[in-house]
């Protein structure tokens, strides 16, 4: 057995690879195979069919031109002869083998003088004797066709013809048949080659957009033409290469908006720890208690604000990534399980809640992680002692809506489009804490199970956020 070989890149290759691989047993010589076995086996069953058919019509011409001559033989009236009376048919025979058996005492066969004796055996011998009505059969040993018929009392007229003439056209009519088929093959495996490769060139672009893209990263979308299968390919081909580019250009955004806004928390903790270190050294100045403790503060704040960023960025990467497998989701339970953890952080905020059940498929924790950025967005801009309302109810299309009302300032209408957008703040939330991604990633969480979220104004004047989700009422 060969063992496999390790390339340059660590990975294994059989060696095996070129000979008996795909190069030897490419696609289009696949198809140009297929189309000449196929037509080969048209061509052979059609060729048999045909030699098959033309050798009985042949045979049966042979027996039917042998039992006619032959009744002709036995009608003719007896000529005479210088020495004896003999069958007319005698005369007019020359291209046969023929012969009067006469069954008595013995066995005489009569025939032509310059003609050939004509075989006979047992089956002419029971037909002279009259318990035969007539024999028809193919001698062996001279390869002709041997008929009897009776001819009066102990009396057959023997007629044999040779097959050779009609074994020759058959030879004739076979090597025909086999040129034909032969050209029939190759013209098929012509044809095949043509069409292999006129139905491949789409491929082949497809290979040379894989490979260009594997060495360049270039993901250009590859010309469509037409409207067959390979034309769909292509489409969805350059539908993924869409996607993929899309993929890279959410990544390259995420990570610019990223290194934007970590920039000024890093400088500002930067600052902050130069100064503490500064002042700690010999013969400098000193700082204040008070000085140092609102340092310090910062420092907390600062890491806090980098915290919250990080996780964030991480859920948002976490959510790009394909999910396999989903579960059975109880909405109700989510969104209780969001409030407990909303609640130990909402101080005086107090929460409304009515909840109808509503069930879906998909990712539990993505779910629960929208839902608590929901309330601990309302719980921020809410003043203490307020109300934050929470309502899951069916809208009767296929999906449930979720509400969270809060009683904060509401949102300007110029802020309303960008609310979704990544690290988007508002003046109003630029004094809170936050990264700017917790509705993005609400956003995100909400589009991947089939929804959406959406953001206006509430009765009371504050903010109202709706995610809408499809699913079933449980």
Known sequence: MTDPVEVADGSEKDPRGDRWGTRRFSLRGRVTLLAAVSVAGAVALVSLGAYLV?????????????????????????????LQQVPGAFLASADLQIGQLTVGEKVRLTYPQSGSRPPYGPDEIAVASGTSPFSLRTDPRTDSRVVALPQGAGQAMVLAQSL??????????????????????????????????????????????????????????????????????????????GTVAESQERQRQLVADAGHELRTPLTSLRTNLELLLSASRPGARTLSDEDRSDIEADIRGQLDELTQLIGDLVELARQDEPRIEHERVEMVDVV????????????EIEFDV?????????????????????????????????????????????????????????????????????????????????????????????????????????????????????????
């Open 54 to 82: 033309v050798k009985e019509n042949l045979y049966q011409q042979v027996d039917d031109n042998l039992l006619a001559r032959a009744q002709a033989a036995v009608d003719s009236p007896q000529v005479q002869t210088e």
């Open 164 to 241: 050779g003439p009609t074994k020759r056209t058959l030879n004739e009519l076979s090597v025909v048949l086999f040129l034909i088929g032969g050209a029939g093959i190759l013209v098929a495996a012509a044809a095949g080659t043509a069409v292999a490769r006129a139905g491949l060139r789409p491929v082949d672009r497809l290979t040379s957009a894989a490979e260009r893209v594997a060495t360049t990263g270039d993901l250009r979308p590859i010309p469509v033409s037409g409207d067959d299968e390979l034309a769909r390919l292509t489409q969805s081909f350059n539908t993924m290469l």
């Open 336 to 347: 209780e399980r969001a409030l407990d953890r909303a609640r130990r952080r909402a101080g």
């Open 354 to 474: 009515s909840l109808q059940p509503w069930v879906l498929t998909g990712d539990t924790s993505a779910l629960e992680r929208a839902v608590l950025n929901l309330l601990d967005n309302a719980v921020k801009f809410s003043p203490e002692g307020s109300t934050v309302g929470v309502r899951l109810y069916p809208v009767g299309d296929g999906t449930a809506v979720l509400e969270v009302e809060d009683a904060g300032p509401g949102i300007a209408d110029e802020d309303l489009p960008k609310v979704f957008d990544r690290f988007y703040r508002s003046s109003e939330a630029r004094t809170l804490p936050g990264s700017g991604l917790g509705l993005a990633i609400v956003q995100h969480a909400a589009q991947r199970h089939g929804g959406d979220v959406y953001a206006g104004r509430a009765p009371a004047g504050g903010a109202l956020m709706t995610m809408r989700l499809p699913g079933a009422p449980a």
